[in-house]
Structures are given as C-alpha cells and as structure tokens.
C-alpha cells in the first residue's frame, strides 16, 4: 500500500513541477484542462483522489504522457547506454530517450569525396565540433566550424555536414521532424 502512495505523490508532485515550469497558473492550467482551479489545487496537494477523468486532461495539457506521471525512478531513467549505429560515412549514437521532444546525438563523420545531399524539413538544428571540422552547407554557402565551435540553423534552408581533412565528431541537437531527416538517411 505504501508504493501507491508513494507513486501517487510522485505524480502529484509532477504535475505541481510541470504546471510551474511551464509558467501555467492554476487558472490557466483550469482553462486548457476544464477543471477548476480549485480541483487541481487538491489534486496537487493530495485533497482530491488522482483518477483517469482529471489525469487525462492534466496529461494532455501538460504535454506528457500519464505513464510519465508515474514512473518511479530509478538508474535507467538516468543513464544513457549509446550503442553506435552506422550508415554510409557516419555512425551516429542516441544520447537522448526514444520519448522526449528534443533528440540529441553523437555522429562521427568521415571524410567523402562526394558532396552530401542537402535536405530541408521543419524545424531548427544544433551541433557542437567536439572533435576535427566540419563543413556546414547552407545551400550555396559553406561554412567551416572547427573544434569547440557550435552552429545553429532553420532547418528549413537546404543543409548538410562534411567532414574536412578527417573523421569529425559532433554532438547535434533537434526536434522530432529532425530526427526523421538526420538518423534516418
């Protein structure tokens, strides 16, 4: 019995988080969610019974799934095991969960002598040289980006990487219709 009220203050103290950090009052979380205000207010501080009818709409304007409500920490939830994936000149590493908004990856590139094919797609790109340089094509313009140094980009002006004079590694950063162009080539 214990566990339960462990995992449903775990809950309680989640939506509480959320709630804040998203800058929602309670009146604005009632308006997106069609509770009152009050209702949420018991819910957070454990005056209300946590049931599907006002953790679903809570949920959902929060932008979160129920199961992440709920899931009790542990190691895993923390550490990221990266196993490398390879395609054509590059190998990439997940370094964020399949789940989240963001998705951040490591991606050693290897010198070609064929130019990359540029792709557009919604969105906004990020990437640190964490080892060699790299060749940012930006349609018709090249920009180099050495070690230490980091770009950021629309994602909707035609773009690639290269590496130049060597294998290159980067740390990328990008939403979800990112992934799709970047993991998936």
């Known amino acids: 019995m214990s566990s339960t009220i462990d995992v ?3 809950a309680r103290t989640r939506l509480r988080s ?3 950090t998203l800058g929602y009052s309670l009146e604005e979380l ?3 969610t069609h509770l009152s205000p009050s209702t949420i207010s018991r819910i957070e501080t454990g005056k209300r019974t946590l049931g599907l009818d006002v953790l679903v709409p809570l949920a959902q304007a929060l932008g979160v799934s129920l199961d992440a409500l709920f ?3 542990g190691d895993e939830d923390v550490v990221i095991r990266p196993s490398p994936h ?3 000149g590059h190998t990439t590493w997940p370094l964020s969960r399949p789940d989240g908004r963001t998705v951040a990856i490591k991606m050693r590139l ?3 002598a064929a130019a990359p094919t540029q792709r ?3 969105g906004h790109d990020w990437f640190v040289v964490i080892e060699g340089r790299v060749h940012l094509h930006l349609g018709e313009r090249q920009v180099e980006v050495g070690t230490g140094e980091a770009a950021e980009f629309s994602t909707m002006t035609p773009h690639a990487i290269s ?3 060597g294998p290159a590694e980067v740390v990328m950063i990008f939403d979800r219709e990112g992934q799709r162009a970047h993991v998936h080539q």
């Open 8 to 10: 449903e203050t775990l």
């Open 18 to 20: 959320l709630r804040s």
């Open 30 to 32: 009632a308006e997106r």
């Open 71 to 73: 899931e009790t920490p």
């Open 86 to 88: 390879s395609s054509g």
């Open 110 to 112: 290897e010198p070609t």
């Open 120 to 122: 557009v797609h919604p």
């Open 163 to 165: 590496a130049i004079g």
